[in-house]
DNA sequence: ATGAAAGCGCTAACAA
DNA sequence: TTGTTAGCGCTTTCAT
């Protein structure tokens, strides 16, 4: 059974194809009449738009891409939902890639995307992009590039992104307050501003309350399964065990935290505990913890409203602008000493 | 500027667009200098080819449709993140929708891509779907149909499911091996597979053991963020409380672990626990939760494997198949009680 | 091994 | 308000 095409709606009605088409696309200054024939005689023999010629005449797809480095994590699938929300109601499709955190697979997921002419793009980077290479050809194309969450500043890209820096002082500060002297900071690729930002927060808390910061008192990490195990490695070689800790991350604060407590640390009496992200794991450890609210499923609606607002025309927010999203303390039991 | 298309590598090189375009797809029969040329040409204009002129050509889009009942859930996005690996991997895209677990939006996605052409559609469905409708334009394009997790039995699917029946029946069975008498079970929507099956296994343990079996051994949630606290209260509302209970979902059961606590209860010496999934957070909460294995990454590169060898033509896996993935038990303290 | 030519289905500029 | 017409860029049949 062959297709139907706007040419057999036509015959159909022994209208012009021209006209057909205006009317399924609800043009003005068409009958409405004429309209309503056509949309029976659509429905009547099963007409589907065909996105390719569609596409092809109009140069414009109809899809976004979006690149993370993965799909299985808490923020991410957040973030993800957010935005398949909005792009759905708005009409758009989105094409989603993971780079697995490898700038190589990163590159290629961008060409891909590039080939199969996206509207626009949508990017957090991976641990270790240093490139921007990839994304230029999109610029010169004038293809609308937002990044969020893991961005990089460029005058023609937008970004969507929480106040790292904030974030990483308030969390410091709240451990400073409740007693802590000796702070430790478990984080990841300083590659990446949301955790070169947290850490320049975590350092300033630090020198503001006059406590010793150095490179001691950070302790990089992939976030990978053995993280937690790892981190514990760590404390154990120090002389003197850390009295709180800042992790970027909650699933390997929760970790850690189980590791901790079954080498005989009470928390928070002997290391107060601070993640982030406001993972559901982080009110299901014991005790639960002290955490950084994430909006993430806002941040994806953010990041597609203002990518579809920018195609079609509606430019309330300019190229190279910020969109910073509220992002707050949530305290709990794992660092409340007093 | 304008894009380079194949006529312009043509006009270069002197040569007709059919040579080009055939150089370009690694045709046979097509001159290794003539080729070699092309590809040169091609790099050096900054050539990209154009889906759409190519898909509206081939009637292909090299695109695949997945439709999942919520984006970000743990097996959810584990299995997506397999999908994408894998469909990445063969230069196949993916095209992800949800469905927020409404049938009406998962009828709109399938729509939506059908009408973007998708080369094959991978889908898990919403909890209370109840129609086939959207499936069958599908079906009678012969475009290839692969059902996962949330299945539907149709001659002409194939699936990708884990035994819920057995992981339902062993679940159970572990619970009374370890001394229950009076067990619950949590768990969603019967119009699903999964739910279903795992109740069907539950039931089949309980008898065989000559437990009490009735409709009151069984509650049902939508497993959104109240589902804890409903199950606590209709717990709390049971002449006796139960002394084991199987939830269909860890997070759920991880939330309801908490809460019993809170309320004097101990576990697994009061009552017993067994979730589902494996999620991280059965690890996190104390007890640790015992709990079903479910291979999501593994399930969604399976699914897509399938699907794409079956577009490829190597047709290893019949039409109306069923792929059974293994799934198992995995006890940990929260019912240990030998 | 290569070329000529037709057409996939749609949209938009221009004309009426 | 509607029709005519000319492509969008590619693939493929048929001919050479």
Known sequence: MKEATIYDIARHLGISAATVSRALNGHPGINAQTAEKVNKAALALGYQSNKFASSLRKQKSNTLGVIVPRLNSYVMSSIL?????????????????????????????????????????LISLA????TFDHITPFIKKKIP???????????????VVIDNFKDGYEGTKHLIEQGC????????SLQRNVYKDRLRGFEAAMREYHLDFSDENVIFTSFDNDAPQNVMEKISE???????????????????????????????????IVGFNNDPISKVVEPNLTTIHYPGIEMGEIAVQTIISHLEGNLNVNQGSTVVLRSELVVRDSSRRI
Do not use: W
């Open 181 to 188: 002297k000796k702070i430790l900071h478990v984080t990841g």
């Open 81 to 121: 939902s957010g935005m398949e929300r909005v792009a759905n109601e708005s009409g758009y499709n989105l094409i989603i890639s993971q780079s697995l955190e490898l700038e190589r697979k990163e590159i290629e997921n961008a060409r891909t995307m590039f080939n199969s002419r996206v509207d626009a793009l």
């Open 238 to 272: 120090m002389t003197t065990p850390p009295d709180g800790i800042f992790f970027t991350n909650d699933a390997c604060a929760a970790g850690t935290c189980i590791l901790l407590k079954k080498a005989g640390y009470s928390i928070p009496g002997d290391i107060a």
């Open 127 to 130: 641990f270790d992009t240093e």
């Open 145 to 159: 590039v937002v990044f969020f969450d893991r961005v990089l500043d460029h005058p023609s890209c937008t970004s």
